[in-house]
C-alpha cells in the first residue's frame, strides 16, 4: 500500500513537471532561455543533482554542451563528445537511450565535463537519452541520479524520454526559424547591393507615374512633408505604391545621401523583428555568433521604412513606442543603450483608427506614427493613370526581352474598365503576364485571361460595407446597362445587366416613377438599412430586380442584404 502511494506521488510529480516544461517551452523560440528554465524545472523536481542538453554543432561535426544545471561555466565548455564516442555520442549515433546504473564501472563511459564523474562512497546512475524527431535526432538529454532508497532508473528514463521529445521539436522549431532569419539577411543584403546599382533618378518623385489629379495631390504632400524631419504615415490598399512614395520622400529629403532601409513588419515573427530592427549581441540566441546591427542603426542618419505597420503584435507595439519615444534601444541580449538618428516613414492598408478602438492597436503608438498621413488613392479611383502605366510597365518589358509590343484601343479599353483589386501590382503583373504569353507583337483585348473567363482576381472584387444599401454621397449616376458580353477581370454582366460584378457602387437614391398603387414613391427613404431595404421593396412591388435599380446595387448584392438582414421576400 506504502509503495502504490510513493508511486501515485510520483505520477502526480511527473505530470506536473511535463506540464510546466511544456508551458515554458511554448513560452518563447530562444531555447538557449527555455532550456535552462526547463532544466531547471526539471531537476528540481525530480530531485536530480544535475543535468545537461548535448546538440550537434553542424559546422564542426561535434556535440556541445548546450544548456546544464549543476555545471559551471568551465565545464559546460569542456564537454564535447564526437558522434558515437562514449554514451553520449553512442545515444546520439543510435536513437536508442541507455542507462549507466554506475558511472564509477562503466568502461563506455566518457566524462568530458568533469561534473559527472564517480563519487567515493555514493552509487552515481548516468540515464541518457535522445532528442528526437519525426525526420532525426538533433541531439540528446543526460541527468545523474545518485542511486539509494530503491530508486527507479526506469522511472528516471520515462520521464526524461517525455522531456527530450517535447525539447527535440522546440529545437527542430527553432532550427527552422534560424535557417529562415538566415535567409532573410541574404535577401536584404543582396537588395541592399541591388538598391545601390539603381540609378537615383528611377525613385524621383517626378518619375513616378501620375498624371490624375488624385496622385498630383499626393505628390504635392509628399514635395510638403519631405523635407521636414516628421514622421510620415502613408495608407493604402495593397500594391497602390506606398514603398515608391516612401523612397520620393527619402530622396527628396536632406538625408538622400543616407540610407534608406525597408523593413516588412508583416513577414517576420516578433522574436525575428525585434533582432532585425534592433540587433542582438553575441550569444544572444543560438548562432549569435557575432554582434550584429539591426536596421535601427543601419538607418541612422538617414530613413528607416517600416511596411505593414499595422500587423505588429501588441507587445512588439510597446517596445517600438520607446524607441520612438526616446530615440534610442538595447539590443537583443545586450543593456547598453543605442542612440540612434532616423526619419521614421510607415505604411499600412489597415483601418488603424478601428483597430485602436477595438484595443488591437496602442493609441500612444497611433498617435506617434499618424503626424503625417498621406492617402495613396488605389487604381480604379485614378484611372486616368492606367494609360501612361500600362505604357510605362510595357516599354520596360520589351526593353529587358528585346521585344516591341504594341497595345491596341481595344485592348487599353478593356484595361481600363478594369476594377483592380490588387491595384499598380495587379496592373504590372497582368501587363507582364499578357505579354509573355502574346505570341505576335500586338496586344489585343481578347489576349486577356478575363476575356476567357479565366480571372484570378473576379472573387476579389467585392468592396466589404456596414451598411450593404448606403449611399455613397456625390456618386455619378450609373451607365446605362451594357449588352452581354464578357468584360475584362472579372467585370462579367450581374444580373442586371451592368458589369460592377460585387463591387458596391451605390450612388444617391433614385427617384423612379411610382409603382401602380404607390403614390409616395418620391419621399426620401428611410435612414438605417433595413428601413430603407423595405421601403424599396415596397416601393417596386417588391420585385427585386427593380429595387436593386432604386437603391443603385446590383440583385445579387440586394439579395445578399435581404438575407443579412432577415427580411421575408413578400410573393404577390
Partial sequence: MLNRTRGDQRSHVELITVYEICRILGASLDISRTFRTALNVLTAHMELPRAMIVLADAEEGLLKVHSSVGLARAQEQRGTWRVGEGVIGHVYASGM????????????????TGAFSPQEGHMMAF???????????????????????????????RILTMVASLMAQAAQLHRAVSDEHQRLQLETTRLQKALK??????????????????????????????????????????????????????FLSTRKEAPFIKVNCAALTETLLESELFGHERGAFTGATGDRKGRFELAHGGTLFLDEIGDISPAFQAKLLRVLQEREFERVGGS???????RLICATNRDLEKMVQRGEYRADLYYRINVVS?????????????PPLVAHFLDRYNKENRRSLKVTPEAMKVLTSCYWPGNVRELENCIERTATMV??????????????????????????????????????PLPAPAPRTPAHAGDDLD????????????GPTRHLPPPPGKADAGEPPPQGERERLIWA?????????????????????LGYALQKNRIEVLKF
Fill in 127 to 157: 540515464v541518457v537519452v535522445p532528442l528526437k524527431t519525426d525526420k532525426a535526432v538533433v541531439g540528446v538529454l543526460a541527468a545523474q541520479r545518485e542511486v539509494k532508497g530503491g530508486a527507479r532508473l526506469s522511472d528516471d528514463q
Fill in 537 to 557: 421593396m415596397e416601393q417596386c412591388g417588391w420585385v427585386q430586380a427593380k429595387a436593386a435599380r432604386l437603391l443603385r446595387v446590383t440583385p445579387r448584392q
Fill in 336 to 342: 547598453k543603450p543605442v542612440k540612434v538618428d532616423v
Fill in 197 to 250: 546599382r539603381v540609378p537615383r533618378g528611377r525613385y524621383a518623385l517626378d518619375n513616378v507615374v501620375g498624371e490624375s489629379r488624385p496622385m498630383q495631390q499626393v505628390f504635392v504632400e509628399v514635395h510638403q512633408a519631405a523635407p521636414s524631419r516628421a514622421t510620415v504615415l502613408l495608407r493604402g490598399e495593397s500594391g497602390t505604391g506606398k514603398e515608391a512614395i516612401a523612397r520620393a520622400i527619402h
Fill in 495 to 506: 444580373d442586371d445587366g451592368d458589369d460592377d460584378d460585387d463591387v458596391l457602387r451605390i
Fill in 374 to 386: 498621406i492617402f495613396l488613392p488605389p487604381l480604379r479611383e485614378r484611372r486616368a493613370d492606367i
Fill in 439 to 476: 505570341q505576335d507583337d500586338t496586344i489585343r483585348d481578347l489576349a486577356f485571361p478575363c476575356k476567357q473567363n479565366r480571372c484570378l482576381t473576379q472573387t476579389l472584387h467585392f468592396l466589404d460595407k456596414a451598411d450593404a444599401v448606403a449611399a455613397v454621397a456625390g456618386a455619378k
Fill in 97 to 112: 537511450p541507455v542507462v549507466v546504473p554506475d558511472v564509477g564501472h562503466a568502461s563506455e563511459f566518457i566524462d568530458r
